[in-house]
C-alpha cells in the first residue's frame, strides 16, 4: 500500500542548532515532493517544492533534499529559532496530479 | 499579500443537521481543492474543482458531500447530513494551476463539531 511517513514523535532541539526531519514514502513515485509548515489551529502553509531532478533546494535557513532510490525527503532548519516551532508537512502530488497527500507531520520544538 | 478566507472559524451543529462551509479562494485563482484534519490525524483531500466542475474526489467525499461556485468568489463544501465522524478541521485551498509546480493556499480552517 502507499504510505507517507514522517518521525511521528516530537523533535526538541536548542536554540541556534539544525533541525532535521524526515520523509519516507513507498509505493509512489513522484516527480515533486512539497514541505509545508502547520501552526495549531491554522492550515498548511507551503515552504519549498523539489522536483526528482534536483537533489536539493535551499531557501534562506531551510534546505530540502530529495532521493528517489531511497524514497526520502530530508527537511533542514538551519540556525533554529524558537519560531520555528511548528509541525512540518510532506506531501506529495498523487492520483491524476490534482491533490496533495500528506504526510501525518513531524512537531518541531525549538527551546532557548 | 492576497489569501484564502473561510467563514464560519467554528460550527457547531447536531447530528443530522446540514451544514455549509463558506470559501473566498485568492481572486485569480482557478483551481480549488477542501482537505480535512481530523484532530490529531493527517490532511486528508477531500475534492478538486475546476472550470465549475469536480476534477478529482476521494473516497471521503460520497453523496452525502457536494460542492459549488455559486458566485465569482465563494467556493462551498455542504455536508447534507453530518456525522459524529464529519468533525474535523475542513481546510479550503487555492491554486492558479492544478499542476504542483504551482502552490496550493490554504485558508485558516473551519472547526465543525458535530454533537
Known amino acids: 500500500s502507499q504510505k507517507i511517513e514522517q518521525n511521528s514523535e516530537a523533535l526538541n532541539i536548542q536554540e541556534g542548532k539544525t533541525a532535521t526531519l524526515t520523509c519516507n514514502y513507498t509505493?509512489?513515485?513522484?516527480?515533486?515532493l512539497q514541505w509545508y509548515r502547520q501552526d495549531p489551529g491554522r492550515g498548511p502553509v507551503f515552504l519549498l517544492l523539489i522536483r526528482e531532478n534536483e537533489k536539493e533546494k535551499r531557501k534562506e535557513r531551510l534546505k530540502v533534499t530529495f532521493d528517489t532510490t531511497l524514497k526520502q525527503s530530508l527537511f533542514h532548519i538551519t540556525a533554529s529559532q524558537p519560531a520555528d516551532s511548528a509541525t512540518y508537512l510532506c506531501?506529495?502530488?498523487?492520483?491524476?496530479?490534482?491533490?496533495?497527500?500528506f504526510g501525518t507531520g513531524t512537531q518541531l520544538k525549538v527551546e532557548l | 499579500e492576497p489569501e484564502v478566507t473561510q467563514t464560519p472559524s467554528h460550527q457547531v451543529t447536531q447530528m443530522g443537521q446540514e451544514v455549509i462551509l463558506r470559501c473566498v479562494p485568492i481572486?485569480?485563482?482557478?483551481?480549488f481543492y477542501w482537505y480535512r484534519q481530523i484532530l490529531g490525524q493527517k490532511v486528508e483531500f477531500l475534492v478538486s474543482?475546476?472550470?465549475?466542475?469536480?476534477?478529482?474526489k476521494s473516497e471521503i467525499f460520497d453523496d452525502q458531500f457536494s460542492v459549488e461556485r455559486p458566485d465569482g468568489s465563494n467556493f462551498t463544501l455542504k455536508i447534507r447530513s453530518t456525522k459524529l465522524e464529519d468533525s474535523a478541521m475542513y481546510f479550503c485551498?487555492?491554486?492558479?494551476?492544478?499542476?504542483?509546480?504551482?502552490?496550493?493556499?490554504f485558508g485558516p480552517g473551519t472547526r465543525l463539531t458535530v454533537l
Open positions: 506531501a506529495l502530488l498523487t492520483g491524476g496530479g490534482n491533490k496533495l497527500t
Open positions: 509505493n509512489y513515485s513522484p516527480a515533486y
Open positions: 481572486s485569480n485563482h482557478l483551481y
Open positions: 485551498a487555492s491554486g492558479t494551476r492544478a499542476t504542483v509546480r504551482d502552490t496550493q493556499y
Open positions: 474543482f475546476y472550470n465549475n466542475e469536480i476534477s478529482e
